[in-house]
């Protein structure tokens, strides 16, 4: 069992950057594939970004390419996401979420554990 808690949400405004932090409970946290997804208001939840177990490996989105970036502290048992430019589409609610693979996986459907989720809100 893995609980998920994010944090670092909030109000910033257009060019902006903010700093999303996931905790994780439990000792298996190192053998997880870590991701983001975020929800818009009006539209299905969709990928962000994904890391390896090992964080040898990370996964964008075309749409935040460039300018956010995905991390992980597995001695913190925390994921990062640091999210730089952002734009008012990037409003959203994001969750993080762990995969048992340790892989990482662009699918929803593959991820095990969910937080309940932190709004970001960019301001144009």
């Known amino acids: 069992q893995v609980q998920l808690v994010e944090s670092g949400g909030g109000l910033v405004q257009a060019g902006g950057s903010l700093r999303l932090s996931c905790a994780a409970s439990g000792r298996t946290f190192s053998t997880y594939a870590m991701g983001w997804f975020r929800q818009a208001p009006g539209k299905e939840r969709e990928f962000v970004a994904a890391i390896s177990w090992s964080g040898g490996s990370t996964y964008y989105a075309d749409s935040v390419k460039g300018r956010f970036t995905i991390s992980r502290d597995n001695a913190k048992n925390t994921v990062y996401l640091q999210m730089n430019s952002l734009k008012p589409e990037d409003t959203a609610v994001y969750y993080c979420?762990?995969?048992?693979?340790?892989?990482?996986?662009?699918?929803?459907?593959?991820?095990?554990?969910w937080g309940q989720g932190t709004q970001v809100t960019v301001s144009s």
């Open positions: 979420a762990a995969e048992h693979t340790g892989w990482g996986n662009r699918q929803e459907r593959e991820y095990d554990y």
